[in-house]
């Protein structure tokens, strides 16, 4: 989804847009793709150490999920801030920053003594990766021939996706046998690999020209305009409320399944994160489905797939659980590749703006509900926390009466 409007959209400043099948193109491709992953992967990377964290700093269940919490928090407000000044900096030059720094806070949170560095690690990554999603996908717009650019597209948003799943699993196995530390700078490294392979792989930029950021009352005009629109306030709250759920499970799926009677492993916990392979396949199956049956049908199928994932993890069998947590994965995935996409179908202007704001309350969501669901967990464990999410999904069924049919 693009959060920044290209500067030149499809128009080479210094020669012809890039096509597929040319080495520059292969070039662009896998540094994107290492963009996506990269930058995935520090952002998820701690989900399968909640456990570790409590027994080492001695913190709660939802404290330990704050690692996660203030992460994609500073991640949704950096994400609106370099939207609106980065068309004032060179592309290249704002993702390799963003990466080496985020890969270099990492390492830190690795050694970080205490619990509260060791957040303000987290939260400065944060603040350090929006450079990443805002600047990714316009800088493909503006290198890329139009033909195909839905292909460059899909290998960013496939190593972001990976990045995701292999970020959770790897930090999972290695903390198995070794330490959350070793994990955490195993991880740091391999992000700053990735940002030496970005910065080669890379060509120079031929579609992109500086100009002066616009004025802040103009980035607040645009925004408020979106959320006057008809539908886009519904389609930024089901953002809110899609991923929010789906990290509230995940984070607090571990202290169950670690827990008597099941008494897993974290390299075992870290497996199930797996399902994303199904969920990044349902995605595209419910993105080219939206475009035939309309957005609402599969917005609604999205949302309802994910509430009966959540009704069969109350059962005490394993291998239903993890069916349960596959669903989940895979409504999550429908309702997210429909809502983002929508989002630039009933923006009339400013699409970028519109973007920058769902990405926003995607984000937000993941910190403040991750947040509510562990005041859940306290309360009660995984029934409390359960319908926490179901209520949430259940907002969310509502808010689509509001959305176009599409």
């Avoid at 399968?48 to 704050?66: C, D, G, I, N, Y």
Wanted: charged share 10%; proline share 6%; aromatic share 8%.
């Amino acid at each position: 989804m693009t959060v920044l409007s290209p500067a030149h959209p499809a128009q080479t400043l210094t020669g012809e847009p890039v096509r597929r099948g040319t080495p520059e193109y292969r070039r662009i491709g896998a540094a994107l793709f290492l963009t996506g992953f990269s930058a995935f992967s520090l952002v998820y990377c701690v989900q399968p150490l909640l456990t570790e964290f409590t027994r080492a700093f001695h913190v709660t269940p939802a404290q330990s999920a704050l690692s996660m919490s203030l992460t994609t928090g500073a991640l949704a407000l950096s994400i609106l801030i370099t939207s609106a000044v980065a068309d004032s900096f060179s592309r290249r030059r704002v993702m390799l920053t963003s990466l080496l720094t985020a890969a270099l806070l990492n390492g830190l949170a690795a050694l970080a003594p205490t619990w509260p560095l060791l957040l303000l690690c987290r939260a400065l990554e944060g603040l350090a990766l929006g450079g990443v999603p805002a600047v990714a996908m316009a800088y493909l717009a503006e290198e890329i021939h139009p033909r195909d650019l839905g292909a460059a597209m899909g290998q960013y948003v496939g190593g972001t996706a990976f990045g995701g799943m292999m970020g959770r699993v790897c930090i999972g196995l290695l903390s198995d046998v070794t330490s959350w530390h070793a994990a955490l700078l195993v991880m740091a490294g391999a992000g700053l690999l990735s940002a030496a392979g970005f910065a080669l792989l890379l060509p120079p930029s031929r579609g992109f020209q500086p100009r002066p950021a616009a004025p802040a009352r103009e980035h607040l005009r645009r925004w408020a305009a979106h959320l006057r629109t008809p539908g886009l306030g519904a389609l930024f709250t089901l953002g809110f409320l899609n991923l929010g759920v789906m990290v509230a499970a995940f984070n607090y799926l571990g202290f169950r399944l670690h827990a008597p009677p099941y008494a897993l492993s974290a390299a075992a916990i870290s497996l199930i994160f797996l399902t994303y392979l199904l969920g990044s396949a349902a995605s595209g199956w419910g993105g080219r489905l939206a475009d035939r049956r309309g957005r609402r049908p599969l917005l609604t199928t999205g949302l309802t797939v994910s509430s009966a994932g959540l009704a069969l993890t109350l059962l005490p069998t394993l291998p239903v659980i993890i069916l349960g947590i596959t669903l989940i994965t895979v409504g999550f995935f429908i309702t997210h590749a429909v809502a983002s996409s929508s989002v630039g179908q009933l923006a009339r202007r400013d699409k970028g703006h519109a973007s920058a704001l769902y990405l926003l309350a995607y984000y937000a969501g993941s910190s403040v509900i991750g947040v509510l669901g562990g005041l859940a967990w306290a309360a009660g464990g995984w029934p409390p926390l359960v319908a926490l999410c179901a209520a949430l999904l259940g907002l969310g069924l509502t808010l689509t009466r509001q959305i176009p049919r599409g």
